[in-house]
């Protein structure tokens, strides 16, 4: 029974570290790969170095020359 109540602890900790990196906008590149591990095990991850500007891009855009 402890050893559960451990786990959800745990996994309660996970799922607020995850929150509160979502909310400051740090992307969450173990999140990604578990889920193309799940979802896509065809597919190869991109690197962390790639995930981490394709994250950029989409938060921010790509204006492609615009100022604003």
Known sequence: ???QGLRELGAAGRTLAQSLR???GLP???G???H???E???QTPMSYEDFFRERQ???YGSRMGRCC
């Open 28 to 30: 969450d590149y173990g």
């Open 40 to 42: 896509h095990p065809d």
């Open 22 to 24: 979502l909310m400051v």
């Open 32 to 34: 990604y790969v578990a």
């Open 36 to 38: 193309m591990e799940r």
């Open 1 to 3: 029974m402890l050893e």
């Open 57 to 59: 891009a989409a938060r």
